[in-house]
């Protein structure tokens, strides 16, 4: 007789997660076939205001994707050519894909090898280096990696001095807190997504922008939906559709309400690998007084080691590993003409080549982590 392996441990286990609530999500989406509204239902208004009260912003404005909150925020900011805006290297291609939408010149910023977030150092070597090349600077988007959330008071007090705004991207920290302030009421305004494998994810695309400004919580509403003033037939402004659908609203209504209970285990899950990993690579800082959300729990492995081959034997012994992120937005050919603060990115080249980013999700049970944790040793 032939044992059968060990089923494969999941990355992200939604499955988990869906079995918890899954009597409460059919119920909110049977409410919405009842009423029949599937754009701007309802549940849309109910999910913002129930947002505005968990994360304490004045303002939430619930829209069709993360990507799309950064977008709207430059939009009703009137970005344009001639502007600089300076985003770190080391993140998805997201917040810088918006910046060039519009036609802005986007410069790179370094980042912390701590916190793999931006490095406000760099950042002022960036805004120098964009006005010696004739740009204008106006904004600043740091991004609260893997569910961290930047160096805010840095990063605004440079911002401040130098006439900029700041647009916080939480797509991977939404519900994380900052100095007991949470994600959403640490910027002019906040992005997040609600893509399905983010903290408080959506079973489709969605987001949301967060700010305590009325006015531009208002532009916000008409960019998402084709500039309307009055109506959407009266076009004030240029605008796209953003709208998030009725049924994605009435699912994260429900999964809002476990979200807090989901936050308190995936940071136990945290320190249970900090705690057993510790010693055999490089594991993640959260600095004091800030609380992550764990989108990633991301180590940096050894130096000189190969990290194809260490993923190949963990995938081998049916446990999964990802890299966030091998080649970073300076390097990719599609910005390859936009600026870099110094010409170099240091800290991010290295973090591109050692990172790597475990199983991680709010349903990881002891054994299953002692499983990745083995996978991950033996295979250094």
């Known amino acids: 007789m032939t044992s059968s392996s060990p089923e494969p441990v999941r990355f992200v286990d939604l499955a988990a997660q869906q079995a918890r609530i899954r009597d409460r999500v059919d119920a909110a989406v049977a409410r919405v076939f009842d009423h029949g509204q599937y754009i701007m239902g309802p549940e849309v208004a109910e999910f913002e205001a129930k947002l505005s009260a968990h994360c304490g912003a004045a303002h939430s404005v619930a829209c069709s994707s993360g990507t799309d909150a950064l977008a709207m925020v430059l939009m009703a900011k009137n970005v344009r050519p001639g502007q600089a805006i300076f985003c770190p290297a080391f993140t998805f291609v997201?917040?810088?894909?918006?910046v060039?939408?519009?036609g802005a010149h986007i410069w790179f910023v370094d980042v912390d090898a701590e916190t793999f977030n931006m490095d406000p150092a760099s950042l002022e070597?960036?805004?120098?280096?964009?006005?010696?090349?004739?740009?204008?600077?106006?904004?600043?988007?740091?991004?609260?990696?893997?569910?961290?959330?930047?160096?805010?008071?840095?990063?605004?007090?440079?911002?401040?001095?130098?006439?900029?705004?700041v647009l916080g991207d939480g797509a991977q920290s939404y519900g994380a807190r900052y100095h007991n302030r949470r994600v959403g009421t640490l910027a002019m305004a906040t992005a997040t997504s609600f893509f399905p494998a983010k903290p408080l994810g959506a079973y489709g695309d969605g987001g949301a922008v967060f700010t305590d400004d009325a006015e531009l919580a208002e532009t916000l509403r008409s960019i998402l939906f084709h500039g309307k003033g009055?109506?959407?037939?009266?076009?004030?402004?240029?605008?796209?559709?953003?709208?998030?659908?009725?049924?994605?609203?009435?699912?994260?209504?429900?999964?809002?309400?476990i979200f807090d209970d989901e936050i308190e285990a995936r940071n136990r899950i945290a320190a249970?690998?900090?705690?057993?990993?510790?010693?055999?690579?490089?594991?993640p800082v959260v600095p004091e007084g800030l609380q992550s959300v764990w989108a990633q729990y991301t180590v940096k492995l050894p130096e000189a080691a190969d990290r194809?081959?260490?993923?190949?034997?963990?995938?081998?012994?049916?446990?999964?590993?990802a890299v966030y992120y091998a080649k970073p937005l300076h390097r990719?050919?599609?910005?390859?003409?936009?600026?870099?603060?110094?010409?170099e990115l240091p800290v991010t080249d290295m973090l591109s080549g050692c990172v790597l980013s475990l199983p991680m999700h709010p349903y990881l049970e002891d054994d299953t982590q002692d499983r990745v944790v083995e996978a991950l040793i033996s295979s250094l």
């Open 94 to 98: 997201a917040t810088a894909e918006v």
């Open 100 to 102: 060039a939408w519009l």
């Open 125 to 165: 070597t960036a805004i120098a280096s964009a006005r010696a090349a004739g740009h204008a600077p106006v904004g600043v988007i740091p991004v609260d990696l893997f569910g961290v959330p930047a160096d805010y008071d840095a990063v605004s007090k440079i911002a401040a001095r130098e006439g900029l705004w």
């Open 230 to 257: 009055a109506n959407q037939y009266d076009n004030v402004r240029i605008g796209m559709t953003g709208r998030i659908d009725t049924v994605q609203a009435a699912i994260l209504i429900e999964k809002l309400a």
């Open 272 to 283: 249970r690998y900090t705690s057993l990993l510790s010693g055999h690579v490089a594991t």
């Open 308 to 321: 194809a081959a260490i993923q190949a034997r963990m995938k081998d012994k049916g446990v999964p590993s």
């Open 332 to 343: 990719q050919d599609a910005y390859s003409h936009h600026g870099v603060a110094g010409g």
